[in-house]
């Protein structure tokens, strides 16, 4: 998405709690819990969300509402709603629910892909061009964006070749995609990779470059988003309390935390648009509708520094106020 | 210290879990606990341990047996055994206990000094040139480091000007350090700032360059140290289990994870000398000597990821070998 002009350098989080980490819990979490907390997240300054996943109740049950919960988030101003989509049906009651963008998993791993979607990549890759003619048709101000599932690696499989997710890449961007972003689905990633993948994989795209998907399974996740930003990557993906994983991918623990990310970013100097004191209010209500989970994230914990100033130049809301 | 010369490229993790960690929780470990730990920190393939500070027991309980700690830690080959001195009578006691280094806290802010070794940071400059007559006098093969508190800022005073603290370095270059390294003691520095610090600290003083010594108070830990790691520090301290914080600076907390800084700096290609599998056993030892401490790291939670190899191409040391 374009982002307004600012002063500082702008980032966009992009989050993926509702989705990612609603997912990866036992719990349904009722409707209107789920709407209560999108629309805390929105007061906060969230700016891209992906509210949900298009696929059977029968799978994944936390996500029957999908249809309804995009209805509600699509009329607050001002911010991107996603839905996940993994194949043209989900993509077709997505686009009729009203998503502004969809975002279909591609899988670097061939064993990733067979277990997440129960298809191979080529169809997949097949999948995306007939989501694409249909976006094209019936809804072509919607962006579509590919998520590349165990870019730095599969416990399924093991090791990924790099030039493999280049060349995914590639061909996601030549069959539709208007972005690729890559993940890190099983926590397996390194400093050193993220930044030689990104590097890489922006050499192929360009400004079809998408968003980074870290996980925080062996505590890298900022880190590997410091790689990521060095790499030319705007775009962070990251899930409030760290909620997330992947359901088909074993060992696959928390998302980077959004609270942490934001504070650090927003430390660095880079504009989020995302009010913290607000974010932990969201970070509440989450744990009023979700009250078994265990939420991640030091920040919380922690509170701001003495003297924190936003990238904008604001100084902190006080947390009475932001409630 | 000078590492051996090997393939991959060497970093040095400086473990001050003994000191710091220890420093920083109200039970005090028995000395046949802490020689157990220390000891397995050493099979782990640790070159370098900060085991205690030579402070007086009625101020830190936990460091009365700080000499009978050192004697045993000096009889184990091949690493550098270090000790915290706050003054030069604690350096002649150190001296006599036969340490390998020394390191003097020097505050960045003037309130951590006067909170933390009740005098000026004048008064600690002269301290130091004290200690580096003495050191040369009777034991010139000592290194004597400077590890400078609140670099990044301070919770007592605020934000600490990036001159302060590379004219501080310099002056303790001149008064006697053979190295400085930067400390962030509350937890305060964010990655923009650390890398502009130490870049800024490193031209100042070249060579005498020491450790980045980061904490993990909002997440930031490993961000920090990839931070450092551009701007050219090599010495990175940290603590199992993340033991640590400050007992003078209100909201400092945790050390970076030695288990989950190993994972990070082996998986990107940087050779630490250091055994995962050893290091879970010491954490091991380090819970049954400390059983009511909560232990900190993702790392030992998720294990390696499938198909790890360490930076100088050794294979992960099965668990039950290691122990």
């Known amino acids: 998405m374009s982002l307004p002009s600012l002063a500082a350098p702008t980032v966009l989080i992009s989050e993926v709690g509702p989705r990612d980490g609603l997912q990866s819990v036992t719990a349904v979490m009722p409707t209107a819990a ?36 995009v209805c509600h988030a699509v009329t ?28 279909l998993p591609l899988s670097a791993s061939e064993a990733h892909s067979q277990a997440n979607v129960r298809r191979s990549r080529a169809q997949m890759l097949d999948e995306l061009r007939a989501i694409a ?33 280049v060349r995914l890449a590639a061909a996601a961007v030549e069959a539709g995609a208007d972005e690729v972003g890559l993940s890190d689905t099983t926590g397996m990633a390194d400093p050193a990779q993220v930044r030689r993948r990104f590097r890489q994989v922006h050499a192929a795209i360009g400004r079809h470059l998408g968003s980074a998907h870290l996980h925080n399974t062996r505590g890298l996740g900022l880190a590997n988003v410091l790689a990521a930003l060095d790499a030319g990557v705007r775009t ?25 990310l934001v504070f650090m970013l927003e430390a660095m100097g880079l504009d989020t648009g995302i009010d913290l004191a607000r974010l932990m209010a969201a970070r509440a209500v989450l744990r009023a509708g979700l009250p078994d989970e265990p939420l991640h994230g030091m920040t919380p914990e922690a509170g701001l520094p003495p003297g924190f100033v936003y990238a904008d130049g604001r100084r902190p809301t006080p947390p009475q106020e932001a409630a």
Request: glycine residues 12%; proline residues 7%.
């Open 133 to 165: 003619r249909l976006r094209d048709r019936v809804a072509p101000g919607v962006a579509l964006e590919v998520g590349m599932s165990t870019a730095f690696g599969c416990t399924l499989q093991g090791p990924v070749a790099e030039d493999e997710v």
């Open 76 to 103: 607050r101003p001002g911010w991107t709603v996603m839905a996940l989509v993994p194949n043209l049906r989900g993509a077709e009651a997505a686009l009729a629910a009203g998503v502004h963008k969809l975002t």
């Open 34 to 69: 789920k709407i209560a907390w999108i629309d805390a997240l929105h007061a906060a300054g969230v700016r891209e969300i992906e509210v949900g996943s298009f696929v059977p109740a029968a799978r994944l049950p936390q996500m029957a509402d999908v249809a309804e919960v």
């Open 236 to 260: 962070f993906d990251s899930s409030q309390g760290g909620l997330g994983g992947c359901p088909y991918a074993p060992g696959a623990s928390g998302n980077v935390v959004t609270e942490d």
